[in-house]
């Protein structure tokens, strides 16, 4: 039976996750590795989600990768074209392209102990490799709740991450079901054109207002004449979300006055007292996402609008019906309803030394040492995984502090030599996990008094990180050894193994 190709190194997913593993890996100097992608272009979450709004709610000038500092950036929050088109420039930019493998959706990755290897089979081929970086990404599975009658509407339905950009909203009833950071940008951008909206908000957000503005050319040129004028403004803005994270973290209460310019910002737009009462949420802002926009508001304000307070539970033909009982016939129903995020489909097809997959071994809620490793998951790790997630500044930041661990996750087995593989000790994860679920207690996430998607079905918060991103990038700096138990081959296995010879 002919050899399977075999690498260093496999990365799977291309957003900024896996681009950014591709280029820390050929600054290392290997170039032994491959990017599998299930699409056929890179992007991620920026390819993915092209609904009409799309944009990011993080500054450009910090949401994008400190090693490749974009001068051009043409807004504050720049839009999702201009995050993609990012994205493929770094990818030329650093020649990662004769790695990548596109419509290369991995179906399945086995630990095989004997070879101390990954088997993994994609829909592309098969292959192995030594070592795998995850970056599935966990917003990159689209949640449509299952809603009865749902199956038997007869008109449009799409998900906000997959928009049917064939179909013409214009002139249409449309549904939009959710109210989290996707829905607040659609609801402005299709309003003026569809004949009726009507929103069904199972809980409102706390909008705060978004300062967002083009870039003047000066500005530009500036950062490219003087590319230190460009890390300082991102100097800057990473600086205030560091020090406002402490509020998040430590003083939940003193968050209330965040909250009245938060009703001030609604106060502007929505005049009507009813409409105000639906639109105020009644739990402490920052336990879900802050979200920002200038636009929001004006358009729940407009005629054609209406706010159902009470998420979507039934559909009878054409009808939408609320759990409050509000009915409404509609045309196209536009779901904003988040992510397989807590439940992610990769985990059902990662299988370990124990023969478990890793959902099996998340029954219990997610886990991992320093949000990359999991026990009998040798030489395996995920970027942005459990409690990495960020409520209020750039995801790109805890992506290169994995990165970091990574780089030295494969030197230490450069210096191990041989055929080896490290594996995270239980003990260490759940000291770690102990350290990081302590914390929480105190946080905003945890008392805020919300349901979020930051809580998994236990209602435990695995998803966000309860700290400063300095406080992470010290924690991912370096691999601790006594953390990991090393695994060998046997002398016999090993040395019939460097007597292969490549099929
Ligand atoms: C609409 C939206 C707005 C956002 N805005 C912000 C923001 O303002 N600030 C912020 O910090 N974060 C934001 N995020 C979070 C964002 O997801 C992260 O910042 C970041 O882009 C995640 O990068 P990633 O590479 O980890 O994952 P992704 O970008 O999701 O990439 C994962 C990749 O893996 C691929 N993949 C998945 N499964 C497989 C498989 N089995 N086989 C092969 N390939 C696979 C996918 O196709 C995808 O290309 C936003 C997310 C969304 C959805």
């Avoid at 449309?174 to 069904?200: D, H, K, N, W, Y």
């Avoid at 979200?291 to 209406?306: F, G, I, R, W």
Wanted: charged share 25%.
């Amino acid at each position: 039976m002919a050899e399977r190709e075999h690498v260093r190194v496999a990365v799977i997913g291309s957003g900024f996750g896996g681009l950014g593993a591709a280029v820390r890996l050929r600054r290392e100097g290997v170039t032994d590795f491959v990017v599998l992608e299930r699409a056929s272009s890179v992007g991620g979450t920026w390819r993915d989600n092209s609904y009409p709004g799309c944009a990011c709610d993080v500054p450009s000038h910090l949401y994008s990768f400190s090693f490749a500092p974009n001068p051009d950036w043409p807004r504050t929050f720049s839009g999702q074209e201009h995050i993609r088109a990012y994205l493929e420039h770094v990818t030329d930019l650093f020649g990662l392209r004769p790695h990548i493998r596109f419509d290369s959706e991995v179906k399945r990755m086995t630990w095989n102990g004997e070879k101390l290897r990954w088997d993994i089979e994609t829909a592309g081929g098969n292959l192995s490799a030594d070592f795998v970086v995850s970056a599935t990404g966990p917003l990159s599975d689209p949640r449509i709740p299952e809603i009865p009658g749902l199956d038997s509407f007869p008109g449009e339905v799409f998900h906000s991450a997959r928009w049917d950009h064939d179909y013409d909203l214009r002139g249409k009833r449309v549904a939009m079901v959710g109210t989290g950071a996707s829905a607040i940008q659609i609801v402005p951008s299709i309003q003026p054109e569809v004949s009726r909206l009507t929103l069904f908000q199972r809980t409102p957000p706390w909008v705060m207002p978004r300062v967002d503005r083009a870039i003047s050319g000066a500005e530009r040129a500036l950062h490219r004449a003087l590319p230190f004028t460009a890390q300082a403004r991102r100097g800057l803005l990473w600086g205030i979300r560091e020090l406002q994270v402490q509020a998040f973290t430590k003083h939940p209460n003193e968050l209330g006055f965040v909250e009245q310019l938060a009703k001030r910002n609604m106060a502007r737009a929505i005049k009507d007292p009813a409409l105000r009462a639906k639109l105020t949420p009644d739990y402490r802002i920052g336990c879900k996402r802050i979200l920002l926009s200038s636009t929001y508001y004006p358009a729940l304000a407009e005629p054609n609008v209406d706010v159902v307070a009470g998420g979507l539970s039934e559909v009878r033909g054409s009808t939408l019906v609320a759990a409050d009982g509000t009915e409404a016939e509609v045309d196209a129903i536009i779901f904003g309803t988040g992510f397989h995020v807590t439940d992610m489909p990769i985990a059902e097809r990662v299988v370990g030394a124990d023969g478990r997959t890793l959902a099996e071994t998340w029954k219990g809620g997610m886990e991992a040492l320093r949000g990359a490793s999991v026990p009998g998951f040798p030489n395996w790790m995920t970027v942005i995984g459990p409690n990495t997630g960020l409520g209020n500044s750039s995801m790109i930041l805890m992506i290169e502090s994995q990165l970091n661990y990574m780089v030295d996750f494969l030197r230490q087995l450069d210096v191990l030599g041989g055929r080896a593989a490290l594996d995270a000790r239980p003990g260490a994860v759940s000291a770690w996990t102990l350290r990081v679920q302590e914390r929480m207690k105190r946080t905003v996430w945890d008392t805020g008094g919300c349901t979020s998607w930051y809580m998994d079905a236990n209602g435990r918060n695995t998803t966000i990180w309860p700290g400063t991103t300095t406080e992470f990038r010290r924690a991912t700096r370096r691999v601790d050894l006594a953390e990991y138990e090393l695994v060998r081959l046997p002398a016999a296995e090993e040395t019939a193994r460097k007597t292969e010879v490549p099929a």
